[in-house]
């Protein structure tokens, strides 16, 4: 049985799973399962960092917000080294999950597939509501023609979710998706794209997303580990277009910032790239809470925007004052 499935339907107070990489500690919080990292796994770095970061997981459960964060990083002192605090998941993805849809369309661009003129069809029933542009336009401007590039671009610095459905359909649904990103190692229950955007589903077609599968699936992204280097550096360029501020990008300066936001409900996520130079990281903080605990939606959302913005400040603040001194 897939770890998801076990995470989705228990109910049970507190499981301890022992894993390779230590123990981990699944626990019900305010509804929603989540795995927690422990001290003894094996991502437990980045001591000062570490430090730095736990008051704000400590305020955050103050104000009934569970917080996971995942960070990596990629060059600099502290290569390689990565940090996993808090609840490890599985969250609802939100809009963060279409960055492995994205990652096996460029798969298929290196691979010969498509191309980027490649022309896909929107049809007046395509259209969804929520963030994106093409629903827009009305359907009177559908059907329409339009490119891959343009679809994908789309998708990730507006998060359209029309074009995010339609590139569904066009990779052939769920299952060639899933079988990618496990084919890279993420696994099933840490990134799982199972229904489409906005539409209504069942419960159990869920979009699930953990902080520290996310973190991989942006390193290797970073590190051109299975697409081309043309290839992550046009994903990056998208992100650093990413035109949502209200987490990430509102403590940290674009010029030092690719991201894709993600928000529900009852989440909030931003992931993506600190490109401090010299000391580039990837994170991931990602947020679920409970709106019967806030006065109203408005503020549980504000409330865990606020915490996303918190760990992003503390996190860059470390990186800036990691660099070296600038040369005389």
């Not at 609802?92 to 896909?120: E, Y």
């Not at 542009?133 to 359907?139: A, M, N």
């Not at 290797?220 to 990430?248: D, E, L, P």
């Not at 529900?264 to 019967?292: C, I, K, Q, R, W």
């Amino acid at each position: 049985m897939r770890l998801s499935r076990i995470l989705r339907s228990a109910s049970i107070g507190l499981t301890v799973v022992l894993t390779a990489t230590g123990l981990v500690t699944i626990s019900h919080v305010s509804g929603t399962l989540a795995a927690t990292a422990s001290a003894g796994n094996s991502s437990a770095q980045w001591t000062v960092l570490r430090k730095k970061l736990q008051p704000v997981l400590d305020d955050a459960a103050g104000h009934h917000v569970i917080l996971g964060i995942s960070a990596r990083s990629l060059a600099g002192p502290h290569t390689n080294q990565s940090l996993d605090m808090g609840s490890m998941g599985p969250y609802k993805a939100a809009s963060t999950i279409k960055l492995g849809l994205a990652s096996l369309l460029m798969k298929g661009v290196d691979d010969g597939k498509w191309t980027f003129d490649t022309k896909v069809t929107v049809k007046p029933e395509d259209l969804v509501g929520g963030s994106g542009t093409l629903q827009k336009e009305g359907k009177s401007a559908f059907p329409q023609s339009i490119t891959l590039d343009r679809l994908m671009r789309l998708m990730i610095t507006v998060s359209d979710n029309t074009a995010t459905n339609v590139l569904i359909d066009f990779v052939g649904g769920f299952d060639p998706i899933n079988r990618f990103t496990q084919s890279l190692g993420l696994s099933d229950s840490g990134f799982h794209f199972g229904r489409k955007m906005i539409l209504p589903h069942p419960p159990e077609q869920e979009n699930w997303i953990s902080p520290a599968e996310d973190a991989e699936l942006l390193k290797m992204i970073y590190r051109s580990i299975f697409i081309s280097k043309a290839a992550s550096s046009q994903i990056i360029s998208w992100m650093r277009q990413q035109q949502v501020n209200t987490k990430f990008g509102a403590v940290i300066p674009r010029d030092d910032l690719a991201n894709k936001t993600g928000e529900n409900t009852d989440v909030s996520h931003d992931t993506g790239y600190l490109l401090v130079p010299g000391h580039e990281t990837v994170l991931s903080v990602m947020t679920s809470f409970n709106p019967a605990d806030f006065p109203d939606w408005n503020t549980a959302f504000a409330t865990a925007n606020a915490e996303v913005q918190k760990v992003a400040k503390v996190v860059y603040d470390y990186l800036r004052n990691s660099a070296p001194a600038p040369a005389q």
